[in-house]
């Protein structure tokens, strides 16, 4: 166990449907990053936020949204889905910024767009 | 295309072989991770090289960063079983992009018994 959660864990919805995925990091860490995972793609860095403070960001589309909240928790907001969408997401959670802090995974939303 | 090239893609062996992944780009990295996943799972950090040249040693497993902090190799020695699952390289900067996680395809290995 991580230590990072994500709910939830499983998701099917239809295209042009919004969805929202939540994150909630170990305790004490600052910095999260979302992920997506497709069989195609790999793992592809979507956007990371640095307490409450967006740091970086990779390959977003703009129909795609992030925050994190006061309580370090956060939220990646998926609109206007379509069937490529269809991935596992995957926040992880590091205590700083330094690019020797460990990354910790969580286990993933998988969401189906059908 | 991918910014970090892993290779092999597929790797299947017998148990007590040992096995090299290659993890190639021609971007330079602040520091360099390698992560192992199972199935349905998140990936878990093995290790984090920040220097050129580094070797560092965990069990088995042997990692490398190359001298231009460029490319990485992981050297399993005597696999075993436990060993299986999906290996990913992950970049981190270029100093540029500070932050910014490049991840390779990843290689599937597969110890047989």
């Known amino acids: 166990d991580s230590g990072v959660t994500q709910t939830p864990k499983h998701l099917i919805t239809a295209t042009g449907q919004r969805v929202t995925l939540r994150c909630s990091p170990r305790s004490g860490d600052l910095s999260v990053y979302w992920y997506q995972q497709s069989l195609d793609q790999g793992l592809q860095f979507l956007i990371q936020y640095y307490n409450g403070e967006e740091r970086a960001k990779g390959n977003i589309l703009e129909r795609f949204s992030a925050q994190q909240f006061p309580d370090l928790h956060s939220e990646l907001n998926l609109s206007s889905l379509e069937l490529g969408d269809s991935a596992l997401y995957f926040c992880?959670?590091?205590?700083?910024?330094?690019?020797?802090?460990?990354?910790?995974f969580g286990p993933g939303t998988r969401l189906t767009v059908l | 295309t991918q910014l970090l090239e892993q290779s092999p893609q597929f790797l299947s062996i017998q148990e007590g072989e040992n096995l090299t992944v290659y993890c190639n780009s021609s971007?330079?990295?602040?520091?360099l991770q390698w992560y192992r996943q199972e199935p349905g799972e998140g990936p878990v950090l093995l290790v984090t090289?920040?220097?050129?040249?580094e070797v560092k040693k965990l069990k088995r497993l042997t990692f490398q960063f190359g001298d231009a902090r460029k490319d990485s190799s992981l050297h399993i020695t005597a696999a075993q079983p436990g060993d299986t699952g999906l290996y990913l390289c992950a970049g981190e900067g270029p100093p540029s992009n500070f932050n910014k996680f490049y991840f390779g395809s990843g290689t599937k290995l597969n110890v047989k018994p």
């Open positions: 992880a959670s590091k205590s700083g910024s330094s690019g020797t802090d460990t990354q910790y």
């Open positions: 090289v920040v220097t050129g040249g």
């Open positions: 971007s330079v990295f602040s520091s």
